[in-house]
């Protein structure tokens, strides 16, 4: 028998009045949580002095990618590259260090061309920088990139090529594809280049869940489950190396092979992989302006763009009905990745008259979605997944695509609170770190790169924003009775904390530190 007491610190349950003195666990499970002096307990009880501490419930991830995360390491990450030249040199460096063969696939992510000086790539600049490899380069939002011409070659990607159903390929002057794609035409693309070798993929992944980890997070996501990663996942089942519980979503097309492959829960390891339901992404990217919007971007001189461009929808809305029909025929829960508030209103739209509430669907990301539309949102039960960490990383971006006024009331959390809307906050990993203090801080704070305060009145209180990591994000699971909160029965998934950040001026919240991550009563993580 293992039994632990926390004490000596600021403990959150995130139950009632939301704190205690200390907490009691056994065999992995909370006893129960105390104010006052500790009890006296046997002698062979674990005694865990938190030194002024805070103690709450481990995070929990309600949308990421984790495999993507660990391809992430096997790849050139071009995040801190901000003009072409250097782009093009770290290419070539990346290629001669890992004496990468010719003819071999390189991946390199992280571009941002609203953080580039210069043009956007094309595949001319990559032939340069890669003459004797096909290579692709992803968008840090993952929504769109640009792929060399070995690579267009061996994709089948030529003059005259038509652009598949919610994407676009882009072309010059003389009709010839420049490289860069959107979307469907870049996504499904994507999938075709090869996987990584499989042992670096499984090394890749344990670094992967030591990232969750050391941000305080057990619970995690797969937040699209295509057909090309079920053998990663089977190969982590049979070596029984998982750590986390994954919860994976696989798109339509891949969910009958997942659910013969993988039941209900599979444990494996420590961890254990659950099929969560099924994704749908029916729009892009609203800094890469391919979100569906209700109305027109703006161009550069602040108008409406004169050809009224809102974006355009993923997929049709036949498509978006049947997945819901789906979802609501097989019991399951579906996420869909809805950016633009036009998608929104499609989404919501199938569910009022297609969808189960009692599946709890989820709209992922939710950026763009209108306070008018919370009313409508809430009558389909759709919990809304909020990427609010974008004020800060592309806040500014927003206010140019969209104007100042509309990019405020980005992922309107005071406005979704008042109307008691139980909502989740997310990263989104890998197109940010999953950082669960700096998305609680965005929540608080709402400020940009920029220094601008974007959206005052949807700030949030800090136990709110806590809540939407760890209670809310356990009812998105329909894990809420084993996990979320510090109370009697519940699985001993724990993080410490640095700081209260109850306490925290608003301002340094994103500074507390974890420093330690507990899942099931086992240390994943000591700073």
Excluded at 275 to 288: A, C, Y
Excluded at 346 to 353: L, R, S, Y
Excluded at 400 to 411: V, Y
């Amino acid at each position: 028998m293992s039994r632990r007491i926390y004490f000596g610190g600021d403990i959150l349950t995130l139950e009632g009045e939301g704190r205690a003195d200390y907490l009691v666990a056994e065999n992995g499970k909370i006893k129960g949580a105390g104010k006052g002096t500790p009890p006296v307990l046997s002698a062979d009880t674990e005694k865990i002095d938190l030194k002024g501490r805070t103690l709450l419930p481990a995070f929990i991830d309600p949308h990421s990618h984790i495999s993507a995360c660990a391809s992430k390491f096997l790849q050139l990450d071009l995040e801190n590259c901000k003009t072409n030249e250097k782009i093009e040199k770290a290419i070539a460096q990346f290629i001669s260090e890992n004496k990468t063969p010719c003819g071999e696939w390189v991946f390199a992510s992280g571009y941002d061309h609203t953080r580039v000086e210069g043009k956007r790539l094309t595949a001319e600049l990559l032939d340069r920088a890669a003459p004797d490899n096909p290579l692709v380069v992803q968008y840090q939002s993952g929504h769109m990139g640009i792929f060399n011409s070995a690579a267009m070659k061996l994709l089948g990607v030529a003059a005259d090529t038509k652009p598949l159903e919610g994407g676009v390929i882009e072309r010059n002057a003389d009709g010839a594809p420049t490289g860069y794609m959107e979307e469907t035409d870049f996504v499904t693309r994507l999938q075709s280049v090869p996987m990584p070798d499989g042992k670096k993929l499984l090394g890749a992944f344990d670094r992967a869940q030591e990232l969750y980890f050391s941000n305080g997070i057990v619970m995690m996501q797969e937040g699209l489950g295509v057909k090309e990663l079920l053998p990663l996942y089977q190969g982590i089942a049979a070596a029984g190396r998982l750590k986390a519980d994954v919860v994976i979503y696989p798109d339509l097309a891949a969910y009958e092979a997942y659910a013969e492959a993988i039941p209900a829960r599979l444990s494996c390891g420590s961890g254990s992989l659950k099929l969560g339901g099924v994704k749908l992404i029916s729009d892009g990217s609203p800094q890469g302006r391919t979100a569906w919007m209700r109305t027109p971007y703006l161009d550069e001189s602040g108008r409406p763009e004169s050809d009224g461009y809102c974006g355009y929808p993923s997929v049709s809305q036949e498509t978006l009905e049947n997945a819901v029909r789906f979802a609501t025929k097989k019991k399951l829960q579906l996420l869909v990745h809805c950016n633009g508030d036009r998608a929104a209103e499609k989404f919501i739209e199938a569910e009022i008259n297609y969808g189960d509430p009692a599946t709890r669907p989820v709209m992922i990301h939710a950026q763009l979605l209108g306070t008018d539309q919370l009313d409508a949102l809430k009558r389909a039960a759709i919990i809304p997944s909020f990427f609010v960490a974008h004020v800060l990383h592309w806040g500014d971006v927003h206010i140019k695509n969209f104007g100042f006024e509309r990019a405020s009331s980005i992922s309107p959390l005071r406005s979704a609170l008042k109307k008691d809307i139980l909502f989740t906050l997310h990263q989104d990993s890998p197109v940010i770190r999953p950082d669960m203090t700096e998305t609680i801080w965005c929540a608080v704070e709402r400020k940009t790169a920029g220094g601008k305060t974007l959206g005052e009145e949807e700030r949030i209180d800090v136990f709110s924003a806590l809540k939407a990591v760890t209670a809310n994000a356990a009812y998105q699971y329909f894990e809420e009775k084993t996990t979320g909160t510090l109370k009697t029965g519940k699985r001993e998934n724990l993080v410490v904390l640095s700081e209260n950040p109850l306490r925290c001026p608003a301002e340094k919240l994103r500074d507390i530190r974890v420093e330690q991550t507990i899942k099931d009563g086992e240390t994943v993580f000591r700073l």
